[in-house]
């Protein structure tokens, strides 16, 4: 089945330490996305990448980096730089047409003790 | 300035019954896009109808649609014989294209809880 898939569902890490979220896509889309929920709150955008080896910060990137080495692959660090890093963090993808919608993986929970 | 506004942080439906989920949105842009997600409990966004802001006639998708009132800058939610099932999170989000960059910003959400 074509998808996104973000792993693990749970990660849990101390603080200081800088951590990967995984996300792959076999929709052989071309725009990744990257997001950020807190509690009661909607989404706000961290990194967005448009084509391979090509990104652009978003509203709240500092102390996150990214990459994107593979069209299916659009790893995102938590460094030790972010303030506060326990969130719900959910990775999207889309076609790459401007009219095209953007669809959600299930998202990966950190818990930074 | 907040550019999507969903007034209506929490509501409670009868089953059956039909629901209006409020957004309004704010841009100067011409060309835009309005989005709606349900987020169930389990925390995945789910993508339910889309409205383009040059479409002449309001979208629907099976139980939902979308009331689009261009001049009043406002898209919202109609979801007709609302179901158990229905009960979750749902976000309104617009999308812009800032230099060739497309991106979307959410509004923060109203949680619907369908009453059996």
């Known amino acids: 089945d074509g998808g996104i898939t973000q792993s693990p569902k749970y990660l849990f890490r101390k603080e200081g330490q800088n951590v990967t979220l995984s996300c792959e896509q076999n929709?052989?889309?071309?725009?990744m996305y990257w997001y950020r929920q807190d509690p009661g709150q909607g989404l706000r955008l961290i990194y967005y990448?448009?084509?391979?080896?090509?990104?652009q910060k978003g509203d709240i990137a500092e102390g996150y980096s990214v990459s994107r080495e593979k069209k299916e692959s659009f790893p995102l660090t938590v460094t030790s730089a972010q303030k506060n890093p326990t969130a719900f963090y959910l990775c999207?993808?889309?076609?790459?047409?401007?009219?095209?919608?953007?669809?959600f993986g299930p998202g990966t929970r950190l818990t930074v003790l | 300035a907040q550019k999507i506004t969903q007034t209506q942080p929490g509501m409670f439906v009868q089953e059956k019954e039909a629901v209006t989920l409020d957004c309004t949105y704010d841009t100067s842009d011409p060309s835009y896009g309005l989005f709606w997600y349900k987020q169930p409990s389990s925390g995945e966004m789910i993508f339910l109808i889309y409205?383009?802001?040059?479409?002449?006639q309001n979208a629907t998708e099976g139980r939902y649609s979308l009331n689009f009132q261009k001049a009043r800058k406002s898209a919202n939610l109609v979801i007709s014989a609302s179901q158990l099932g229905d009960s979750a999170m749902y976000f309104c989000a617009m999308r812009e294209v800032d230099f060739g960059n497309e991106k979307l910003t959410f509004g923060t959400g109203t949680r619907l809880t369908i009453i059996p």
């Open positions: 929709l052989n889309h071309d725009a």
């Open positions: 990448s448009q084509i391979v080896n090509d990104f």
């Open positions: 999207a993808s889309r076609r790459g047409y401007t009219t095209d919608t953007q669809y």
């Open positions: 409205q383009g802001s040059y479409d002449q």
